[in-house]
Structures are given as C-alpha cells and as structure tokens.
C-alpha cells in the first residue's frame, strides 16, 4: 500500500524539482490557465502575502508532487480558498484519492474550511478526481478563464455543500476579472501550445 504524506515546509530542492517537473509537462497548458505564472517566485510569491498555502506530496518518501491553496480571504470566521494539485508523471498513476483527501484535512487544519474547486470543462479526469476527494458538483461557469490561448468554460466544485452560494460568488467574481484580463501575449501562448501538441 502506497503511503501518501503531505509536507508543509518542503526543502528548497524540492520545491526545484517540482517547479521544474511542472514548467515542462506537456499537460500544463491545456489543465492549468495560461495565466500561471511562468516564473517560480512569482507562482509562490502568493504564500509571503497569505493567499495561498503549499503543500509538497510525498509518495512512499519520494516526491509526487504538491496541492496549493490560492485565493485565500476570509469568509464566515474562518478562510476560503481554492485548491489545485500536480502529480509528477511518475507517480501519476499511483496516485489516489487519498492524496486530496489529504490534502483537503491539511487545508483545514491550517484553518481554511471553505474549500472550492475548478476544473476545465473538458477535464473530466480531473473532475472524477476532484468528486472522489469529496467535492460537490456545482455547475458550470462560461468563459471563465483563459486556456490555451481562447476562454473556456470551468466546473465549479465545493467541498462543503453549505458553501455552494459563496462558491457560485467567487467564480462569477474571479472569471470577470479573467476576462477583462487575458494573458499579457495571447500568441506567444497559442504558439508554446502548439509547440506542446506536436511534442506529446
């Protein structure tokens, strides 16, 4: 049985190793929004102002990738926030619900219990995933953010269902600010996808 563990204070090398592991996969542009940052220390320079939370995932030891909180703020005496995830190709298929799981207790512990989630449309891996660590499906939302190059719709997820209004208010929130801010070069982007596609 493989034994996941999540680590709140990863060694820098780690958090190289990941970086590097996610800039370069091939799945990158077509799972996360092409407003991700390109740069390390602008993706964690959230954490220094307190509107995102990382945690390293460790499998059998080894790591196996990260789940982060982003868009943390406060909401009904606690914190809110968004949860994402990355699995290193190696360790993808090993990976299971657990992981989430996991990661959704950590989240808590550190005192952010309303938990949201988002997955392109056309994800369904990823929304099987989010619905096995315990997400609600809400809906979905148009043209929420830039993918690839165009905006896309997302499926909206919560953790608790009680939650359900407020998560509805921070996608409608956070999808028109996407739009009236697509990526700094909307070609270089197109081009790097393209580039990706005749790789894989």
Same mark, same amino acid.
């Given at each position: 049985?493989?034994?996941?563990?999540?680590?709140?204070?990863?060694?820098?090398?780690?958090?190289?190793?990941?970086?590097?592991?996610?800039?370069?996969?091939?799945?990158?542009?077509?799972?996360? @929004?092409? =407003?991700?940052?390109?740069?390390?220390?602008?993706?964690?320079?959230? #954490?220094?102002?307190?509107?995102?939370?990382?945690?390293?995932?460790?499998?059998?030891?080894?790591?196996?990738?990260?789940?982060?909180?982003?868009?943390?703020?406060?909401?009904?005496?606690?914190?809110?926030?968004?949860?994402?995830?990355?699995?290193?190709?190696?360790? *993808?298929?090993?990976?299971?619900?657990?992981?989430?799981?996991?990661?959704?207790?950590?989240? @808590?512990?550190?005192?952010?219990?309303?938990?949201?989630?988002?997955?392109?449309?056309?994800?369904? #891996?990823?929304? *099987?995933?989010?619905?096995?660590?315990?997400?609600? *499906?809400?809906?979905?939302?148009?043209?929420?953010?830039?993918?690839?190059?165009?905006?896309?719709?997302?499926?909206?997820?919560?953790?608790?269902?009680?939650?359900?209004?407020?998560?509805?208010?921070?996608?409608?929130?956070?999808?028109?600010?996407? *739009?009236?801010?697509?990526?700094?070069?909307?070609? =270089?982007?197109?081009?790097?996808?393209?580039?990706?596609?005749?790789?894989?």
């Amino acid at each position: 049985m493989n034994v996941i563990k999540l680590n709140s204070r990863p060694a820098s090398h780690q958090i190289d190793r990941l970086w590097d592991h996610l800039v370069n996969d091939p799945i990158r542009h077509g799972t996360y @929004m092409d =407003t991700m940052p390109d740069d390390k220390h602008a993706f964690l320079e959230p #954490i220094h102002r307190g509107t995102m939370h990382l945690w390293i995932v460790l499998l059998d030891g080894q790591l196996a990738g990260a789940s982060w909180v982003h868009d943390i703020q406060p909401y009904n005496g606690a914190k809110s926030g968004w949860m994402a995830s990355y699995y290193l190709p190696s360790a *993808r298929r090993k990976m299971s619900q657990q992981a989430l799981i996991a990661a959704n207790q950590a989240a @808590m512990d550190a005192g952010i219990r309303h938990l949201f989630a988002g997955a392109r449309h056309s994800n369904f #891996i990823a929304q *099987r995933f989010a619905e096995g660590g315990g997400y609600q *499906r809400l809906g979905i939302v148009e043209d929420f953010g830039w993918f690839e190059g165009k905006l896309d719709a997302l499926t909206l997820f919560t953790l608790n269902p009680e939650d359900a209004l407020e998560a509805w208010r921070q996608a409608e929130a956070r999808a028109a600010f996407h *739009r009236m801010n697509p990526p700094a070069d909307i070609q =270089t982007v197109v081009g790097i996808v393209d580039q990706a596609h005749r790789e894989i």
